[in-house]
C-alpha cells in the first residue's frame, strides 16, 4: 500500500482511539466524532445529543453534519472548514468545529468534529420563538433539547480545538512513523527521542493551556522531571516570570511540587496546608488557591510531571471537582507522551 494511500484505519487502533475520544467527551461536556474524509464515521459518537437527531432532520434543506447521515457534497464542505478554521453554523446559534487531523506531511487522514456547542451566549427566548416557528419546530421541543447544549467561550473552545488536534494527530503520526520505522534499519529508532521532544513541548502547551481555561485559572507551569537528578524542572509556563521558568528546580520530596510528585497525590492550596509537611510552603500572597497534579505517561506508572495551576482572584478556589476535570484532561494529554518506538534488539 502506498503511503499516500493510508487511512487512519491503518495507523491507529480505532478502539484506543475511541476510549480516548470518550474521555474527552465526558471530561469537557462536549459531543465528539471522528470522520473519514469522505464524511463517514470511523468510531461511535460520543455524548451523543438530540440536535443532530431530533431538530435538524426536521429542517428543509439544512445539511445535517451531525447526523448519521451524508448530505450531497458534505465532505467538501468538511474540508473546507477544516482548512478555513471556521466554525460551521447550525440553526439557533449552534456551531460545530472540524479539526483536521493530520499524519503524513500536510495530508489530512480523518476529522475530528466537535460539536454542537453554543458559543458566548444563549439567544433569548424570543429569538428562539419566532426562528422556531420559521423552521416548523415546537418550541417547547427545540428548548427541551438546546438545554442540553452547553455554552463555551471563544477562547476556551479554540483551546480545545488545539489540544485535540496536538492529541489526536500525534496519535495519527506515531502510527505512521511506525509503518516506516518498521521497514528501514532499526538503528534509526535512536531518531525517536528527537521526534518526541518535538512533540512534546507542544502538548504540554496546549494541555496547560486546556486546563487553564477549564479552571478559570489565572497562571500555571507544567514540570517535567528528569530523573537523573530526580529535580523538577518547568518545561512549559504561562504568566511566570522568565526568570522564574529559567530558574527554578524542585527536588522531589522538597517544595510543595516535590511533595506532590513523592506522594504521587493532587494538593490543593490553602486547604491542604496541614497535610504533609506543607505548613508554610504557600509563600505567595498573591496566590488566593493553588493545584499541583502529579501526572504520568499513558503507558506507565511513574511520575513524568506535575502541573501547576493558580488562582489570584478573592474568594475563589479550587474544588474536589476541579481535580477530576484536570485529571481528565492531563491523563488525555498523557497518552501522546508514550515513546513512540521501544527500542528492541533484532
Known amino acids: 500500500m502506498l503511503y499516500k494511500d493510508l487511512g487512519l484505519e491503518d495507523l491507529v487502533n480505532l478502539e484506543d482511539w475511541q476510549k480516548i ?29 438530540r440536535y443532530c437527531t431530533e431538530i435538524l432532520p426536521k429542517i428543509n434543506n439544512q445539511d445535517n453534519f451531525c447526523g448519521d447521515n451524508k448530505p450531497a457534497g458534505q465532505h467538501k464542505k468538511l474540508a473546507e472548514a477544516a482548512r478555513s478554521g471556521d ?47 420559521s423552521a416548523g419546530i415546537d418550541i ?6 438546546l438545554i442540553d447544549i452547553n455554552v463555551f467561550s471563544y477562547n476556551k473552545v479554540y483551546s480545545l480545538v488545539g489540544l485535540i488536534k496536538e492529541i489526536f494527530s500525534h496519535m495519527a503520526q506515531t502510527g505512521y512513523h511506525k509503518k516506516r520505522l518498521g521497514e528501514i ?3 534509526v529508532v535512536e531518531m525517536d527521542p528527537l521526534f518526541s521532544r518535538y512533540y512534546e513541548e507542544k502538548i504540554l502547551k496546549a494541555m496547560l493551556r486546556t486546563c487553564k481555561l477549564a479552571l478559570n485559572a489565572d497562571s500555571g507551569s507544567v514540570m517535567t522531571l528528569d530523573k537523573e537528578t530526580n529535580l523538577l524542572r518547568i518545561k512549559v509556563a504561562s504568566k511566570l516570570d522568565d526568570s522564574i521558568v529559567n530558574n527554578t528546580t524542585v527536588k522531589v520530596g522538597e517544595g510543595i511540587a516535590g511533595i506532590a510528585a513523592a506522594t504521587s497525590k ?12 506543607l505548613s508554610g510552603k504557600m509563600k505567595r500572597s498573591d496566590i488566593k488557591s ?22 489570584m482572584r478573592r474568594d475563589t478556589a479550587f474544588s474536589e471537582r476541579d481535580i477530576s476535570v484536570v485529571k481528565e484532561l492531563v491523563n488525555m494529554a498523557s497518552i501522546a507522551l508514550i515513546p513512540l518506538y521501544k527500542k528492541t534488539s533484532v
Open 21 to 49: 475520544q470518550d474521555s474527552f467527551s465526558e471530561a469537557l461536556e462536549v459531543t465528539l466524532r471522528t470522520v473519514s474524509l469522505e464524511g463517514e464515521l470511523f468510531t461511535r459518537i460520543s455524548r451523543p445529543g
Open 87 to 133: 466554525s460551521v453554523k447550525l440553526p439557533f446559534g449552534v456551531e460545530m468545529f472540524v479539526i483536521p487531523i493530520k499524519a503524513i506531511g500536510n495530508r489530512d487522514v480523518a476529522y475530528v468534529i466537535i460539536g454542537p456547542v453554543i458559543l458566548k451566549s444563549r439567544k433569548t427566548f424570543p429569538e428562539y420563538i419566532k426562528e422556531a416557528a
Open 140 to 145: 417547547e421541543e427545540l428548548t427541551d433539547v
Open 185 to 187: 534499519a532499526p538503528e
Open 266 to 277: 493532587p494538593i490543593i492550596l490553602p486547604q491542604d496546608q496541614d497535610k504533609n509537611g
Open 290 to 311: 493553588s493545584m499541583i497534579l502529579p501526572f504520568n505517561k499513558g503507558d506507565s506508572h511513574d511520575v513524568y510531571g506535575v502541573i501547576n495551576l493558580n488562582i
